[in-house]
């Protein structure tokens, strides 16, 4: 008797022993609180070539630039410039009319776009961000064995994933922003009266301006 019950015994302990080990090479490795799957932020460039003349922007271009804007559903954390070869003060001016209207500044220093200009003419560019969390969710450890006090691979995937898709301008999690003397009431108290008489602040990289009326 002793023997038929030790065979099976041990034949059982083997076995574990062979799941655990087998186990081992997927059991998490990370031992820091820091998420493997971090937020990353793509951009991308979208352009318009417009004809200028000696007054800056014809009407119908204008038209044509407000058109695209709305097409491509301009707002907050897009930035848009102007690529003049003439460097006109009017073809500016009338582009930042139009950005204006979406509560958006000319913003300067922005990529260069390819493709040559033709003289008479001049380019609108929009850069836009974009963050998502690559290779979420990941549930590639899904053995519960911790035995080196690892967190699993998907660990952040969820709060990094809510962080990407809630931020208003994907570049606030590059660099951030730059601190500002402003108190916290005095903000909330700018952001009331822009709503109540409809005179606000606009911001959009480059700066800031006063606007006045109300939508």
């Given at each position: 008797m002793t023997?038929?019950?030790?065979?099976?015994?041990?034949?059982?302990?083997?076995?574990?022993?062979?799941?655990?080990?087998?186990?081992?090479?997927?059991?998490?490795?990370?031992?820091?609180?820091?998420?493997?799957?971090?937020?990353?932020?793509?951009?991308s460039a979208v352009t318009l070539d417009v004809t200028t003349n000696s007054s800056g922007l014809p009407v119908a271009e204008q038209r044509r630039i407000a058109a695209w804007f709305e097409a491509m559903d301009l707002r907050y954390g897009d930035r848009v410039s102007v690529e003049d070869p003439l460097d006109r003060p009017e073809t500016r001016t009338a582009v930042a009319d139009l950005t204006g209207r979406y509560g958006l500044l000319l913003s300067e220093g922005l990529p260069v776009s390819t493709g040559d200009l033709q003289p008479g003419q001049a380019r609108i560019v929009i850069l836009r961000s974009r963050a998502s969390v690559p290779g979420c969710p990941d549930w590639s450890g899904a053995s519960a064995a911790t035995l080196g006090n690892g967190i699993s691979p998907g660990y952040g995937c969820s709060t990094n994933g809510n962080l990407a898709a809630m931020v208003a301008d994907p570049e606030d999690l590059i660099k951030g922003r730059k601190g500002s003397t402003d108190t916290y009431i005095s903000t909330s108290n700018t952001t009331i009266k822009a709503y109540t008489t409809g005179v606000g602040t606009k911001t959009s990289g480059g700066g800031t301006t006063t606007t006045t009326g109300g939508n």
């Open positions: 023997r038929l019950v030790t065979r099976p015994l041990s034949g059982a302990l083997v076995l574990s022993l062979g799941l655990a080990l087998a186990g081992c090479g997927g059991m998490p490795s990370n031992r820091s609180v820091n998420s493997i799957h971090q937020p990353v932020v793509e951009r």
